[in-house]
């Protein structure tokens, strides 16, 4: 069955796999992922799939706890106040107050106050009211002297915001500071902070025109003043994003993204392009610098991440949900995909649900049954750059799908105008095509050299 991810303010597809007991959340995105400390990760809200045959979506107040030392998830009910259904709303983690708190987001219910989570004494207590009106996709980082900087995100009418918050967590007071520069509107975006120097950087993301953002706005809360930030040394425009899995180390001036929506050179044609890169972005003394760790993760927009130490010291990024999969007849689905990159020793790990265990990534395609179509041509394959096909059925072609040889789903043409795909930038490797028309689809292979 198809599934339309690709709303022009999509987060991210949230979909866990489970372990003991069964207990695991059902598929969902949107959601709120913050961790507590090495033992505890809390993933609350987002979109669910009702299990009926209409299908349709819903906002979820479920609340998650995930322990990475076992794999395990639990449905958790805290006692207080009852949390709202909300989408992409923007937690954070205060260790002063030792509590979580949920900022923004869109929700069920018409009020749109804020909420704390006390995870010592289990216990959810809903606060004053926001100043501002209900938005998904803020940005939100701690800046220092107890406060964090929350800005952008886009409202229920679709529009995008350029107001900014510091949120005093001691005091639970959110008070309005200057917009972004040149009244830009984000939402999607990254936040990084170099706490040493009081200011934050703002980058990535989308803008009001649903376009993406390739400048880096500074912050100085100590004397409320915006200004445009350095550039990111080691990171080229292209591999931009927005909604990017990110998570942080124990330090606020380094953060990881992986994934997310990249920035297209076919714009025109509405091309979505996925990246599959891991980066970890570093501020020193106002300079930001970029590493790429790997190129070689699944395909993910709006994917939920986080950061943890393992046994060994070593650096572990997990992350889950967006990723999209293709069927044996072409049909792409939402998986429960969860991952894990570990830094130190460069391996990427899938989670088997039957195993119960870590292990190889799991192919969600056998190349052997996918079978090509006849009216489609595909040439020249194998290929070293572009890629032209012809459709002898002439019918006009809605959109075209291109996927990794894992099933994955890494860029989507829609009402294009040319009969040729660009491979210049992908990775060597098998590639499938699906050619969707009003009525039909047409499948074909490709291989890049």
């Keep these: 069955m198809k599934k339309n991810i690709f709303t022009i303010?999509?987060?991210?597809?949230i979909i866990m796999t489970v372990s003991?007991?069964?207990?695991?959340?059902s598929p969902r995105y949107g959601t709120a992922t913050i961790r507590y400390n090495d033992t505890a990760v809390y993933i609350y809200g987002g979109v669910i799939q009702e299990t009926s045959k209409s299908g349709n979506q819903q906002l979820t107040s479920e609340l998650w706890h995930y322990?990475?030392?076992?794999?395990?998830?639990?449905k958790v009910v805290p006692s207080g106040d009852e949390l709202p259904g909300m989408y992409a709303c923007s937690p954070?983690?205060?260790?002063?107050t030792g509590k979580i708190y949920f900022l923004g987001g869109l929700r069920t219910a018409a009020d749109n106050a804020f909420y704390s989570f006390d995870p010592q004494a289990f216990q959810v207590s809903k606060k004053t009211q926001q100043p501002y009106s209900q938005r998904s996709g803020m940005s939100g980082k701690y800046i220092g002297s107890g406060k964090f900087l929350f800005s952008g995100g886009r409202l229920a009418d679709g529009t995008a915001s350029s107001a900014a918050y510091e949120f005093n967590a001691a005091q639970f007071t959110i008070t309005q500071v200057n917009d972004i520069p040149q009244g830009t509107a984000l939402y999607g975006h990254n936040t990084i902070t170099d706490t040493v120097n009081n200011k934050a950087y703002i980058f990535g993301g989308l803008n009001g025109s649903g376009n993406n953002n390739f400048s880096c706005y500074e912050y100085n809360h100590q004397t409320n003043s915006w200004g445009f930030g350095p550039s990111i040394q080691n990171y080229p425009q292209n591999e931009w994003t927005a909604f990017g899995a990110s998570g942080s180390t124990q330090i606020p001036n380094e953060t990881f993204i992986a994934g997310g929506q990249k920035y297209s050179t076919t714009k025109s044609t509405n091309s979505i392009a996925?990246?599959?890169?891991?980066y970890t972005i570093k501020v020193n003394n106002g300079n930001l610098t970029a590493q790429l760790i790997t190129n070689n993760l699944p395909p993910m927009i709006g994917a939920a991440g986080w950061c943890s130490l393992d046994s060994n010291n070593d650096t572990v990024f997990y992350f889950f949900g967006g990723i999209n999969s293709i069927t044996t007849i072409g049909d792409t689905t939402i998986t429960n995909n969860f991952y894990r990159y570990n830094q130190s020793t460069s391996q990427l790990q899938q989670y088997d649900t039957t195993l119960l265990a870590w292990g190889p990534i799991i192919s969600s395609i056998n190349e052997t049954d996918f079978e090509t179509s006849v009216e489609l041509t595909v040439f020249p394959n194998p290929t070293t750059d572009k890629v032209n096909f012809a459709l002898?059925?002439?019918?006009?072609?809605?959109d075209i799908k291109i996927f990794n040889q894992n099933g994955q789903l890494i860029q989507q043409i829609s009402n294009p105008t040319k009969t040729q795909i660009d491979f210049t930038n992908k990775t060597f490797g098998l590639y499938f095509i699906r050619i969707e028309t009003e009525t039909n689809y047409y499948l074909g292979k490709v291989i890049k050299k």
């Design 9 to 13: 303010y999509f987060l991210s597809a």
């Design 20 to 25: 003991a007991q069964n207990q695991f959340p």
């Design 67 to 74: 322990n990475p030392s076992d794999c395990t998830f639990k």
């Design 92 to 96: 954070v983690y205060d260790p002063q």
């Design 274 to 278: 996925f990246s599959t890169n891991l």
């Design 392 to 398: 002898q059925t002439n019918e006009t072609i809605k």
